[in-house]
């Protein structure tokens, strides 16, 4: 017997006639009002652009502001007739504000018009202004060079009366966090106090503690700037943005409900982070100039390898800025798009609609890229699509999950690429781990124990055997081995360490390589294959920095097994 389940039934239709009405506004916007599109069902409104435009106003002309970047508001409008855009355009342009027109559904419009009870929550319940002013926040920096200066600004900042010193709090703490580089803040609930900690330089940092009270405020005061919901108690997240002088600092935020309160990670996404060139990442010069020959040919696949904040999108992002021309059409598929690359098409995947990692690719290719960028390969049909279109005169970048440049035939072949059709697309694998570097202000000579030297010797004499000169990488062979270690000081935090470098290792497919791709070779046989390139393994990478002084002995044990064969 078949139920009927009207209440699913209902809901099915009522998702039809949304995703209907999307895609009528969508073609409406593109052939009769010639304006970009816009869904806002998945973007976070923000607080400063509703607080441009009161909401009887929004609500009575069917528009909704959504983004503010420094003068600009971006605005969704429903039915934009030449009238009301000249109107609109007279009253925003009189407050010094300049619009950009979008066309959306009545359910955007509904969304974001939604935004306003919990902005007018927010300001009945005196939880301080919405706005995080980039000016103040230089201010602030200009207080900071270390973790106990935020610790200290903190502390005066929570004495009186504590309802009106969040807003100052945390801008305390965003302006602290984007003054020493840290990359992430994390706001932990405990049973009887809250934490904060920062992320530098990969490795967290306590900062301080504060009573549970000021928890609930911050939290309230961190979702409201990131467009979530007040009251709900459920994984969250959301976004908002500072403009840092003529850069847009985004901020993204996750919420996630744990036993004593919602833990929040701000992760803050600097454009000056990662906008590093390809000479500063770290790469041994013979390497370099491989990279630097492979990623101008006019077709091949470049592969990029290791875990998860190993730096495998700023490599890449290097790797475009290095070949960047007007002359060139290069296109991105990311998720999400964490920076933005003047000159470069850049696209999100959402897989909710179905724009996925393939679809993206499929879409980009009928755009006649010369370069292609696809955050990721994750099954089957996107690897097939990216060799194939590596074979049809396209240069492709990606990133796979292999713990090493040998990693990637194999793996390419457990996701069904044809060997011998991959012999001709894949041009170069390369592997990476991050690495602290030692600062340079603390770091003492240190004298190794039996272990450090044993393993030190054996890699040593690993790159002499593979025909590779030690005086090549700056090391004298016939000196004693030196080391380094860290002391800690004001410059570097007192973690001994100042910033990241990359520890690399690659494999090109030459006709060694590709005689033996079709017979499914193990990581073994290619690393034994690969060893007359002339190429340092990540594990002889590491120990070239360490004779250097660049990092710690046991920073790269930390990420490299050294005893690896």
Known sequence: MVTFDEEKQNKQLDDLRRQEEEELVATLAESKYKLPYIDLSRLGIENEALRAIPEKDARELKIAPFKLFGKNIFIAIRSPSDD??????????????????????????????????????????????????????????????????????????????????????????????????????????????SRLR?????????????????????????????????????AQDGRFSIMEEKEEINIRTSLVPGAHGESIVMRILDPKSIQMDLEELGIESYLFSIIEQEIIKPNGLILVTGPTGSGKTTTLYAFLRKIYSPEINIITIEDPIEYHLTGITQTQT???????????????????????????????????????????????????????AAGVIPRL?????????????????????????????????????QKQKEIMKLIMDGIKEEGKSLSNYSINPNAPIKLFSPVGCEKCNMSGYSGRIGIFEAIKTNEAIEKIMPQNPSEREIKKVARIQG?????????????????????????VDLLEE
């Open 198 to 234: 920062l992320r530098l330089d990969g490795v967290l940092h306590d900062v301080i503690f504060f009573e549970n009270n000021i928890y609930h405020l911050l939290n309230s005061r961190i979702k409201l700037l990131s467009g979530m919901k007040l009251t709900s108690k459920i």
């Open 84 to 193: 009301l855009l000249a109107k609109l355009k007279d009253q925003i342009e009189r407050e010094n504000l300049v619009p950009i027109f979008y066309m959306a559904s009545t359910a955007s419009l509904e969304k974001a018009w939604s935004r306003y009870k919990e902005l007018s929550l927010a300001e009945s319940s005196k939880i301080g202004g919405l706005d995080i002013s980039g000016e103040i926040l230089r201010e602030t920096a200009k207080k900071i060079k270390t973790i106990k200066d935020i610790e200290k600004l903190i502390e005066n900042a929570t004495e009186g009366n504590l309802i009106h010193k969040i807003s100052r709090m945390l801008e305390i703490i965003l302006a602290g966090a984007i003054a020493i580089k840290a990359s992430d803040i994390h706001i932990e609930p405990e049973e009887a106090r």
């Open 535 to 559: 190429i340092l393994s990540m594990r002889q990478d590491g120990i070239v920095k360490i004779l250097n002084g660049v990092t710690s002995f046991e920073e790269v044990q930390s990420v």
């Open 413 to 449: 072949i457990d996701l069904n690429a044809n060997p011998k059709i991959m012999v001709s697309a894949l041009s170069l694998s390369i592997a990476q781990r991050l690495v602290r570097k030692l600062c340079l202000h603390c770091k003492v000579e240190k004298i190794l124990n």
């Open 350 to 404: 959402n897989n909710e609609r179905g724009y996925t990692f393939l679809e993206g690719l499929r879409s980009a290719l009928r755009q006649d890229p010369d370069v292609v960028m696809i955050g990721e390969i994750r099954d089957t049909e996107t690897a097939k699509t990216v060799i194939e279109a590596a074979l049809t005169g396209h240069m492709v970048f990606s990133t796979l999950h292999t713990n090493n």
